[in-house]
């Protein structure tokens, strides 16, 4: 499925968004649609669950490769964590311990990077977790709420017909098409060997290209069971 984000049409602009999945397999894929038009016409940068990243156009459904599944260390590059079951919430402390001063809380489905653990103490196992959205959110919490999950940020920047691919902070690739012009945005999943695939898309933004510039459009959250 595909969902187009209502939003300004952009030919020239730097696209991101951070999306988490857990329990995909081979074949199931997600990404950043772009350049799309309301006729099923789009470009799309997708990664897949076992370690690949494409680079399509699809003409009004029928999708034809600009970049085929290439295979990157990239894709799930950074360890993260999701809390989960914490009805009351999840600490994050300044220690590893259960005597440690409580810092910060964080919420159930919220997605933090793993930089540090695991460290054992008072019969607890413990993770260092940092907010990938507010940096100095930061904390050590007992890994009874936290499952591992899957968490890859996507970066498109396009100029004209060229297209810069980034992924988890690193450039991938430089792709040229000329098919579209402009469009709207959008995210993309696809459950190909997963049933009930949950996909969440958060912090999508769009940016000028050109020029310090602020968001051209809001940055929606988006939780999505398929």
Same mark, same amino acid.
């Given at each position: 499925?595909?969902?187009?984000?209502?939003?300004?049409?952009?030919?020239?602009?730097?696209? $991101?968004?951070?999306?988490?999945?857990?329990?995909?397999?081979?074949? @199931?894929?997600?990404? %950043?649609?772009?350049?799309?038009?309301? @006729?099923?016409?789009?470009?799309?940068?997708?990664?897949?669950?076992?370690?690949?990243? $494409?680079?399509?156009?699809?003409?009004? !459904?029928?999708? &034809?490769?600009?970049?085929?599944?290439?295979?990157?260390?990239?894709?799930?590059?950074?360890?993260?964590? $999701?809390?989960?079951?914490? &009805?009351?919430?999840?600490?994050?402390?300044?220690?590893?311990?259960?005597? =440690? +001063?409580?810092?910060?809380?964080?919420?159930?489905? #919220?997605?933090?990077?793993?930089?540090?653990?695991? *460290?054992?103490? +008072?019969?607890?196992?413990?993770?260092? %977790?940092?907010?990938?959205?507010?940096?100095?959110?930061?904390?050590?919490?007992? +890994? /009874?709420?936290? *499952?591992?999950?899957?968490?890859?940020?996507?970066?498109?920047? =396009?100029?004209?017909? *060229?297209?810069?691919?980034?992924?988890?902070? #690193?450039?991938?690739?430089? =792709?040229?098409?000329?098919?579209?012009?402009?469009? &709207?945005?959008?995210?993309?999943?696809?459950? $190909? =060997?997963?049933?009930?695939? /949950?996909?969440?898309?958060?912090?999508?933004?769009?940016?000028?290209?050109? !020029?310090?510039?602020?968001?051209?459009?809001?940055?929606?959250?988006?939780?999505? &069971?398929?």
């Amino acid at each position: 499925w595909s969902w187009v984000l209502h939003g300004p049409r952009g030919a020239s602009f730097f696209y $991101q968004g951070i999306v988490t999945v857990r329990d995909c397999k081979s074949g @199931d894929n997600y990404g %950043l649609l772009f350049r799309a038009n309301n @006729d099923g016409s789009f470009i799309l940068f997708s990664v897949s669950c076992d370690g690949n990243y $494409q680079l399509v156009r699809s003409i009004k !459904g029928t999708f &034809e490769n600009i970049i085929p599944w290439t295979a990157s260390d990239a894709v799930n590059k950074h360890n993260y964590m $999701q809390v989960a079951g914490a &009805e009351d919430g999840l600490t994050l402390r300044e220690e590893p311990s259960l005597n =440690a +001063d409580v810092i910060h809380f964080a919420t159930n489905h #919220e997605v933090f990077k793993v930089t540090d653990g695991p *460290r054992y103490t +008072d019969g607890v196992t413990w993770w260092l %977790l940092n907010d990938h959205t507010h940096i100095t959110r930061s904390g050590w919490s007992a +890994d /009874q709420y936290l *499952r591992n999950t899957r968490t890859n940020v996507l970066g498109v920047r =396009a100029e004209g017909n *060229r297209f810069n691919l980034y992924l988890n902070g #690193e450039y991938l690739e430089l =792709a040229m098409d000329e098919t579209f012009t402009g469009g &709207e945005f959008g995210i993309y999943a696809s459950s $190909q =060997a997963t049933s009930g695939l /949950q996909v969440i898309f958060d912090d999508l933004a769009v940016y000028p290209v050109i !020029g310090r510039g602020v968001p051209l459009a809001p940055s929606p959250s988006a939780n999505y &069971e398929i």
